[in-house]
């Protein structure tokens, strides 16, 4: 079985759209002793604003819509982040909504935890699990990559 190891210290994307992210800095100031504790990284709205809150530095990435969530999910799939705390809006269509739907997917595909509203992300926040190091199961993709393809 393949896993991936995650340190004591986590790596910790957030991300919220516009209409959300009100309840996310508010959750992440709130939280902020645990937040200052991991590695921070954020979209780039998300993250000026959050700065402010949050006493720790902020990985801030390209805003949303102009790539933020793909380099978000460029991260997950070379294992550099492990976890999201994304509060997306279930309400409002995105410019971008391919990309929010393929951030979920790559989080889906590696095993990364995801909080998409705050009760979810107060329970991932206050496992004893946050303190420790894991190893988290990874699908089996290798009869996928040795398919054959038909030449
Ligand atoms: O659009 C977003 C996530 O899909 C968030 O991007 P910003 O933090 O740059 O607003």
Redesign the pocket.
């Known amino acids: 079985m393949q896993t991936r190891s995650l340190a004591a210290r986590k790596r910790i994307a957030l ?4 209409h959300k ?1 009100g309840e996310l800095i508010d959750w992440a100031h709130y939280n902020r002793d645990v937040l200052a504790q991991h590695e921070l990284y ?6 000026t604003l959050l700065e402010r809150k949050v006493d720790a530095p902020v990985h801030k990435l ?5 790539g ?2 793909q380099q978000i999910g460029a991260l997950i799939a070379e294992g550099r982040i492990d976890m999201i705390i ?1 509060f ?1 809006d279930p309400m409002e269509t ?1 410019p ?1 909504d391919s ?2 739907k393929a ?1 979920i997917r790559l989080a889906v595909a590696w095993n990364i935890l995801i909080a998409c509203n705050r009760s979810t992300a107060d329970f991932i926040l206050t496992s004893a699990l946050m303190k420790l190091p894991y190893e988290a199961q990874l699908t089996d993709y290798s009869g996928y990559l040795k398919r054959i393809i038909p030449e």
């Open positions: 991300v919220a759209h516009d992210k954020a979209t780039g709205t998300t993250g390209l805003s949303g819509p102009l933020g969530d994304f997306w995105q971008h990309d929010v951030l």
